[in-house]
C-alpha cells in the first residue's frame, strides 16, 4: 500500500516519523493510528451533525473550529506524510494518497465557494487503513475474493448495462408516448427514463406512476421484465464468486512414470502408479 | 452480420461504398464509422433534448432542423447500403438492416401522424455497432455466453411466468373482494392485478395500498410469497449461466477399439467395451 | 393427470365422450380442448372487463349473460367429466377436478351472496391443460425440475420464514415504542409489523414511513438486513435448482473385480481394471 | 441445549420437575411443552391486540390481567427452571435462560416506566422449542446448515457492509449538495443518508425523492449501482449454502503406512508415502 517505504535510506528523523505515521507495529506507530482512527470518526461524525439546521442553529461556531482543527491537523499529516516518504509522488499518486489529499482540500475550497464542505466526508474512506492497524487479514483477503469476483464480471455487466440503457431508453419514449403530456409527471423523455428507471430497479418510488389503464398495462410489463433481468447481474457475480473462492483443485503435472495426470497440488507420489511424481 | 458483403463482385463504386459503409478495416471506413457513432449520440441526445418543454419552447425550430438534419442523413446512409450490397433483400431483413430501417421511419410517420418522434429513440440500438467497430470481441463473446444462458433457461422462465400471472389473477380478484370498492383505489380486478404486479415484483410504488387491517394482512402475505419466488429467475439464471461458462468435464478422447466417446479424464479402460484406452 | 382412464371398460357411449373430453389424440378431442380453452380466456376476460365499473354501467347485463352462459358450459362438462369417466370420486379429487369444480361454484354462490363472481378467475388455472393439449412436454419438465427444486427447498424455507416472522414481530414492536402514537402511522404493534413486512421485503409503499431520527436510524438497518436476508431464499433455491437439474453422475456400485466405484450410470466395463462390472 | 441437565444427581422431586420441563419424552413433560407453547402464542396475541387503540379502549383491562398472568406463570416457571437444574448459572447465560428472563422483565419494568410492555414480544423466540418438542430434526438440521452458511460468509459480507457504508456516506454528501436546502426533504446528510439507503436497499418509500434533473440523473447512478450490488450478498450466500450442503468429496481413509488422509476416492496408492492404500 505504502510503497513509499521500500527504499528507507531517509535520515533518522524522518525514519522515525516513518514508522510512526505509516506502520503500526511499534507502540507509537499503532497509538498514532489508532488515534488517527478516532479524529476520522469524530471529524467525520461533526461534519454529518452540522448538515442538520437545528443543530448548527445552536452550536455552529463549534463545529466550525472542530472542522478547521481537524482539516488542519489532517494538513500537517499530509505534509508529514510527503515529508517522510522517500518517494512523494509515488505515495501523492497511490490509493491512500489520494483519498488523503482530498478528504482536506474541500476545506480550502470552501474559503472561496462556500458549501463545499460536506464533500469531506470523503475522508471516511481513509477509516479503510482500519484493516491494516487491526491486522485483519482474513477480511481483507475476503474483500480482494470480492474485487477479483466484481473485476471477471465486468464484461458481462458492461453488455448488461449497455443492454439496460438501451430498454430504459425505448421505454421512456414508449411511455412517454402514452401518458406523456404537459400536465402529467411523465413530462419528458427524461423524466420517463428516470421512471424507467426507478421502476425496473423496482425502487419505486412512487412519485411518478402511470395513470392510464394503457400506461399500467406497460408499467406491468416493464416490471416483470425488471424483475426477470433483475437476476442477471446475480447470476453473473454468483458464478463469479463461485470461481473466485475455489483454489486450484488439480494440478496439470503429469506423472514421469505413467504420464497420468489428476493430481492434487499437494501430491508427492503418483496416485496411479505410487511412483514419486 | 452484414452477410450482403459475402460475394462481392460488384462494380468497383459499389465495391468501394462497400467497403466504406460496412467495414472498419480501412481508414475511411473507421472514419465512417465513427461519425456514424457520433450522429447517432448527437441524434438521440437531441431528440431526449426536445421532448422538455422549456427546452422546446427555446430552441424548438433549432431542434426540429437538426432532427430532419439526421432523418436525412439516417435515409441517405439506408438507401446506400441497400445500394452498395449485393443481396439488398438479406440486408434488409436482418437485424441491423431493420433496426436502421425503423430509426428513420417514424420521422416520416410523424408528417402524417405528429407525435410519433420520440420512437426514433429505437437509434440508439445502432450504437451495437460500437463492438464492431471497435473490435471488443471479448464483450461480444460475453454477451453471446448471456444470451444462451438466457435462451437455455426459456422453457423455466416461461413456465414461472405462467405460474405468476396465474397468482396475480387470483391475489387481484381476492384483493378486489377484500378492499374493492368505488371509492377506492382497487377499483376493478385489472387494476387489482395491477397492484399485485406492482407489489409481488417489489417495486411498491404506493399509490395504491391496501387500508383495513384483512387487506394488509393479504398484501403482507402477497409480499412474503413475492419475496420468496423472487428468488426463482434468479436461481434458474444462475445456473444456466454457471453451465454457459463452464467447459465440458469429459475428455473429447474417442476409444480406438469401439470408438465410443464420454470417457472420464482418469479412466484407464473403456467403460464400454472394457480395452485399454 | 386424468387417472380415471386407466380402465377403460365403460359403455361406448362413454367411452367416446371420454375420449373427446379427456384426450386430446383424435380431431375432435382437439377441437374440444381448444373450444374449450379458448372458452377459459374469454370468460376470464369477462370477468375482468366486468370489474371495471364504466363497463359494468354501459354493458352490464350482456356481461352477466356471458358470465352465466360459461358459467352453465362448465357446468355440464363438469358433470360430463364426472359421468365418463370410471371412477368419479378419483377426479373429484384430483388437482383439476378441484379447480372443475371451484370454476364453476362461485357462480352458485353469488346467488345467495353477491359479489362472489370475483372468485371465478380461478377457472384461469385450468389454462395448464394447455400444455396438455399442445404436447409441450419440455415446459411439463422443466416445470416439474421448478416443483422439485421448492419441494426440496420447503424445509429450509420455512426455517427462514419462522426466523423472518421472529424479526418481523421483535422489531414492529420496536418501531411501535419508537415511532408510535396515536396520531401516527405506526398506531399499533400489527401495523408496525406491517411497515416492517413492506420496508424487509423491500416493497416500499411509503404509506407508513418512520419521521423522527431514531426511527430512521433503526429503518435504515432493517432496509440492510433486509437487503442481506434477500439473499438467503435465493440462494437456497438456486442451490437446488442446480441439484434438480443435474442427472446422477456416478452410480455407487463396485466393481465386482477389483471393488473399486466411482462408475458413471452409462459404464459397462470397470474403467480401472477393464474386467465387465 | 440445555445442558444444566447433563449432571442428574438432583434430589427426586428436583428430578421430577427437571423431567417435566426440560424433556419432552414423558406424557407430563410432552403435555407441559404443549401448554407452554401455547400460552407463548395466547400471550403474543394478547400483547398485539392491546397494542391495537380500540381493542384496548374497550378491552383494556381484560388485556391488562392477562398480561399480568402470563407474565406471572412465566415467571414461576423461570423460577422453577433456575431451581431444578443442577447449574443455573449455566442455564441462565444460555441462549434460552437469556430468552426465558427477556420475555418476562419488561413487564416488571413497565410498573417503573410505562410502555415497557411492547418489548415483551420477544418471547415469541421462545416458540424454537417447537422444533425440540415434536422432534422436528430434519428443519433443525436444515437450520443448522443455513446458520453455517450465514457464519462462513460473515468475513465478506462485513467488508460488504463497510463498503456500502462508506457508499452511502459518499452519496449522501453529494445529495445533499445536489438537492438539498432548507425548503427541501434532503435537509441534512443524515437525512440524505437515510434516502441513500432507502434507494440503495430497493426500498424506494417515495417520502423523499430528487426533484431536480441533475438530482434525478445522480439518484439514477444509484439506483443502477445498487440494483448491481444488492447481487453481491446474493451471490456470496449461494456459493456458501452451495458450500454447506455438499459432502466432503474427499474420503476420510487414512494411509495405512503413513497415516495422512486427503486421499480421493478412486486413489490406488497413498500420494504422500507412495504405499498402496
Given at each position: 500500500?505504502?510503497?513509499?517505504?521500500?527504499?528507507?535510506?531517509?535520515?533518522?528523523g524522518?525514519?522515525?516519523?516513518?514508522?510512526?505515521?505509516?506502520?503500526?507495529?511499534t507502540?507509537?506507530?499503532?497509538?498514532?493510528?489508532?488515534?488517527?482512527?478516532?479524529?476520522?470518526?469524530?471529524s467525520?461524525?461533526?461534519?454529518?451533525?452540522?448538515?442538520?439546521?437545528?443543530?448548527?442553529?445552536?452550536?455552529?461556531?463549534?463545529?466550525?473550529?472542530?472542522?478547521?482543527?481537524f482539516?488542519?491537523?489532517?494538513?500537517?499529516?499530509?505534509?508529514?506524510?510527503?515529508?517522510?516518504?522517500?518517494?512523494?509522488?509515488?505515495?501523492?499518486?497511490?490509493?491512500?494518497?489520494?483519498?488523503?489529499?482530498?478528504?482536506?482540500?474541500?476545506?480550502?475550497i470552501?474559503?472561496?465557494?462556500?458549501?463545499a464542505?460536506?464533500?469531506?466526508?470523503?475522508?471516511?474512506?481513509?477509516?479503510?487503513?482500519?484493516?491494516?492497524?487491526?491486522?485483519?487479514?482474513?477480511?481483507?483477503?475476503?474483500?480482494?475474493?470480492?474485487?477479483?469476483?466484481?473485476?471477471?464480471?465486468?464484461?458481462?455487466?458492461?453488455?448488461?448495462?449497455?443492454?439496460?440503457?438501451?430498454?430504459?431508453?425505448?421505454?421512456?419514449?414508449?411511455m412517454?408516448?402514452?401518458?406523456?403530456?404537459?400536465?402529467?409527471?411523465?413530462?419528458?423523455?427524461?423524466?420517463?427514463?428516470?421512471?424507467?428507471?426507478?421502476?425496473?430497479?423496482?425502487?419505486?418510488?412512487?412519485?411518478?406512476?402511470?395513470?392510464?389503464?394503457?400506461?399500467?398495462?406497460?408499467?406491468?410489463?416493464?416490471?416483470?421484465?425488471?424483475?426477470?433481468?433483475?437476476?442477471?447481474?446475480?447470476?453473473?457475480?454468483?458464478?463469479?464468486?463461485?470461481?473466485?473462492?475455489?483454489?486450484p483443485?488439480?494440478?496439470?503435472?503429469?506423472?514421469?512414470?505413467?504420464?497420468?495426470?489428476?493430481?492434487?497440488?499437494?501430491?508427492?507420489?503418483?496416485?496411479?502408479?505410487?511412483?514419486?511424481?
Amino acid at each position: 500500500m505504502d510503497r513509499g517505504s521500500i527504499e528507507p535510506a531517509l535520515t533518522p528523523g524522518r525514519n522515525r516519523v516513518h514508522e510512526v505515521i505509516f506502520e503500526a507495529d511499534t507502540p507509537a506507530g499503532r497509538a498514532f493510528d489508532i488515534a488517527l482512527l478516532w479524529s476520522i470518526v469524530l471529524s467525520t461524525a461533526a461534519l454529518l451533525l452540522e448538515s442538520v439546521e437545528s443543530i448548527r442553529l445552536d452550536y455552529g461556531p463549534a463545529f466550525e473550529a472542530t472542522e478547521w482543527l481537524f482539516t488542519g491537523l489532517f494538513s500537517v499529516e499530509y505534509a508529514l506524510r510527503l515529508w517522510c516518504v522517500r518517494s512523494p509522488a509515488r505515495y501523492a499518486t497511490s490509493f491512500f494518497g489520494v483519498v488523503d489529499l482530498i478528504s482536506i482540500v474541500p476545506g480550502y475550497i470552501s474559503l472561496v465557494i462556500p458549501g463545499a464542505q460536506p464533500l469531506m466526508v470523503v475522508r471516511a474512506l481513509r477509516l479503510l487503513r482500519i484493516f491494516r492497524v487491526f491486522k485483519l487479514g482474513h477480511f481483507v483477503s475476503q474483500g480482494n475474493t470480492l474485487m477479483l469476483a466484481l473485476r471477471a464480471s465486468r464484461a458481462k455487466i458492461t453488455v448488461f448495462l449497455f443492454a439496460v440503457l438501451n430498454m430504459v431508453l425505448v421505454i421512456g419514449a414508449l411511455m412517454y408516448l402514452v401518458e406523456g403530456g404537459p400536465e402529467t409527471r411523465f413530462s419528458s423523455i427524461p423524466q420517463s427514463m428516470y421512471w424507467a428507471i426507478v421502476t425496473m430497479t423496482t425502487v419505486g418510488y412512487g412519485d411518478i406512476a402511470p395513470q392510464s389503464p394503457l400506461g399500467q398495462f406497460l408499467a406491468s410489463v416493464v416490471m416483470v421484465i425488471g424483475y426477470g433481468i433483475i437476476a442477471i447481474p446475480t447470476g453473473i457475480i454468483s458464478v463469479e464468486i463461485a470461481r473466485a473462492g475455489k483454489e486450484p483443485v488439480l494440478t496439470t503435472q503429469h506423472c514421469p512414470h505413467c504420464s497420468r495426470e489428476g493430481h492434487d497440488v499437494d501430491a508427492v507420489h503418483c496416485k496411479f502408479c505410487g511412483k514419486r511424481l
